[in-house]
């Protein structure tokens, strides 16, 4: 049972594509607020758990943190960070009293949960224009599918995008690719793409290539077909300000940027310096941004990562004239403030509030300010491109994951969670949103694996592998002036061989897996709760999942660990891929136990009576042959496998469903 309630005059965010009429009473659960902006509070329960806000920071059950819905590029992801590159506002709380609440409202939005007060729920936001949609159900499981199916289904990509990528900010000519390309085939490391990172533009402009490095570039592309590897490009939000440059012309002249009160283009420095933000906003402008695609489509690519799209700013000229004026009052009278007040202020040019509220979206007649639905930019960038792909080739499955997202964006692209650290609690924070952005639509999710900031260890990429193994999007990728860390760097190669083998041995079935919570708006990885919700240790289970109908994973995310503890809440078989090709199995009774697992090991758990096909390797996604398989785990049920071909969206196809017996 789903009831909207309507507070003011809401933007129109399409998160919710069902038609929910609104009630004109008031929610069963908490108290709303409406004297100063909105508020809705509600008194926890000891015990209740909360879950939700997708791409969040903390744990599983998110209780006892504070999280402001305020998408920002900070890639320094302390433990007491409140806003991530994301917002995604549904949260479920879960106890004797069990409600969802999806708080849809495109600007900054804080859920306090019980931080300030350990008993109290606080959703607080400054203006009360919003829609408050509440769900009631049988259990959070059954709320979350509710909410599932009023935000539509979620994007599934082609089927090579299952397959393992390699990233690094920096390659920058045609040979850095080949070298790429040729540490993993020379050295028999599955890969199906490699992602082109900024470099590959031409001075950083969108849908440009660079004019010396990437001449022939068709040419580049088929190469890397030819070894069965696709070249993923980012695209950045800002359009490089330059005469001449067509996006840029063309984006002036029809008034696609968004602009200042006064009618000029807002400029934001970021990678290329001087930028417009496209307005994503207005559907006009939107289709004309997403058309820019085809540039890189008719050279033969087939996927995309949307970058910066919060948007991120480094700098604003009415910002640099902040900092000046800052810094000439110091210098001309510096006994009357300090020099903290000039580092505050060149610390406070980079996603500074001042500027988001100093440009305009034009949606329909309504010029509408930045500030309001800040949170919308980089859902509407994704749509620009989901929507072109559509217009473009509707028959057709495109690779697209974005940075910044609203919810409403997963029916058009995953999202990979924004620049980490090579840090083991980086690791374990992976592992925890997982679910959360499942219940917030996203399926098509990973982190940077081995971490994007700092310096890796090569028993940190192993283990984080050994997670992403798992994760639909499984990339490795590093920042410039960070340690090497593809797989062929290190030593014993080949363990990272045997590793990221895996996931094409597990492909069959993660992608029936996936395939089956896309087309019935379920998740793929579900909090342990969530399947045994007697249980009371899987309520405080936060570092193993489920994964689908059959597996649980634990991976091992402590440096020097030789094995993990693990809670079984029935009894399960345990399985290693050994890095000879073997597998190890062992029936486990309900309950804890410490399980050894080296570095070079891949462990998951398959519940009672359940099985999964197992296949043979292979080096990228066309070569796996899901119809030979092996059966691991209980004999005598069946399992149900899906299997298209991986291009188009023939997803109704009664053929593509196999039922096999073990
Ligand atoms: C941003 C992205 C990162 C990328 C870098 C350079 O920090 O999050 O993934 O490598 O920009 O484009």
């Known amino acids: ?296 489509m008719e050279q033969g690519i087939e996927g995309f990562w949307n970058d910066m799209n919060e948007p991120a700013i480094f700098y604003t000229p009415e910002g640099i004239k902040r900092v000046s004026q800052v810094m000439k009052s110091f210098l001309e009278n510096p006994e009357a403030g300090s020099p903290w007040d000039v580092k505050d202020a060149l610390e406070a040019l980079s996603g500074n509030q001042d500027d988001y509220k100093a440009f305009y979206h034009q949606v329909g007649k309504e010029r509408i300010c930045h500030d309001k639905v800040h949170n919308l930019f980089g859902f509407n960038m994704t749509r620009a491109a989901g929507e072109a792909f559509e217009r473009i080739a509707p028959d057709r499955r495109f690779l697209m994951f974005s940075r910044s997202s609203y919810i409403g964006m997963h029916r058009y692209g995953g999202l990979w969670t924004g620049d980490n650290k090579s840090w083991w609690s980086h690791m374990l924070l992976n592992l925890k949103m997982m679910p959360s952005l499942n219940m917030c639509g996203f399926l098509y999710i990973g982190a940077d694996l081995g971490g994007f900031g700092a310096n890796a260890t090569r028993d940190l990429v192993l283990r984080w592998l050994a997670l992403g193994v798992f994760t639909p999007l499984m990339r490795n990728h590093a920042a410039i002036g960070t340690r090497d860390q593809e797989c062929y760097r290190f030593e014993n190669m080949e363990d990272f061989r045997h590793v990221v083998g895996v996931r094409y041995r597990l492909l069959p079935y993660l992608y029936s897996e996936y395939m089956k919570a896309a087309l019935s708006d379920d998740l793929y990885f579900k909090p342990l709760a969530f399947v045994y919700p007697e249980d009371s240790h899987c309520l405080q289970a936060e570092d193993q999942l489920m994964l689908g109908n059959e597996i649980m994973i634990a991976p091992v995310y402590t440096q020097n660990a030789t094995g993990r503890y693990v809670y079984l809440p029935e009894e399960m078989k345990f399985v290693k891929f050994l890095p000879n090709g073997s597998l190890y199995e062992e029936i486990l009774p309900a309950g804890h136990h410490y399980v050894e697992i080296a570095l070079n090991e891949v462990p998951l758990f398959i519940r009672k009576g359940k099985w999964i096909p197992i296949a043979d390797g292979a080096e990228h996604v066309e070569a796996v042959n899901a119809s030979r398989y092996t059966a691991v785990g209980y004999a005598g049920g069946e399992y149900v496998l899906y299997e298209d071909d991986g291009i188009h969206k023939d997803y109704d196809n009664p053929e593509n469903w196999k039922t096999l017996k073990y």
């Open 1 to 296: 049972m789903i009831r909207k309630y309507v507070y003011g005059t809401p933007f129109n965010t399409e998160a919710v594509i069902a038609d929910i009429k609104a009630d004109s009473g008031s929610p069963a659960y908490g108290t709303v607020g409406l004297e100063e902006g909105f508020s809705f509070m509600y008194t926890l329960k000891e015990r209740d758990v909360v879950y939700g806000l997708g791409e969040a920071n903390r744990g599983i059950n998110k209780r006892g943190g504070c999280y402001i819905s305020d998408c920002t590029d900070n890639p320094n992801h302390t433990e007491d960070v409140r806003s991530l590159y994301a917002a995604h506002n549904f949260i479920v709380v879960a106890g004797d009293t069990c409600f969802g609440l999806f708080v849809d409202y495109p600007s900054k939005l804080t859920f306090d949960i019980g931080f300030t007060r350990m008993d109290t729920l606080a959703i607080i936001c400054e203006t009360g224009d919003l829609c408050l949609y509440v769900i009631e159900g049988e259990s959070s499981y059954d709320i979350v599918k509710q909410f599932r199916k009023i935000i539509g289904r979620s994007y599934i990509p082609p089927k090579f995008a299952f397959g393992f990528g390699q990233s690094r900010w920096g390659y920058q000519t045609k040979e850095d690719f080949r070298q790429v390309a040729e540490g993993y085939r020379k050295n028999h490391i599955p890969l199906d793409m490699i992602y082109m990172d900024i470099d590959y533009m031409q001075d950083y402009k969108d849908f440009t290539l660079h004019e010396e490095n990437f001449r022939d570039f068709p040419r580049f592309v088929q190469e890397m077909k030819d070894q069965n590897i696709r070249l993923i490009p980012i695209i950045d939000a800002g359009v490089k300000v330059e005469k001449g440059y067509e996006v840029y012309e063309e984006g002036v002249k029809n008034r696609y940027f968004c602009q200042r009160e006064d009618g000029s283009d807002f400029v934001a420095a970021v990678w290329p310096g001087d930028t417009h933000f496209p307005d994503v906003l207005n559907p006009e402008a939107r289709k004309w941004f997403g058309d820019q695609y085809r540039f890189l």
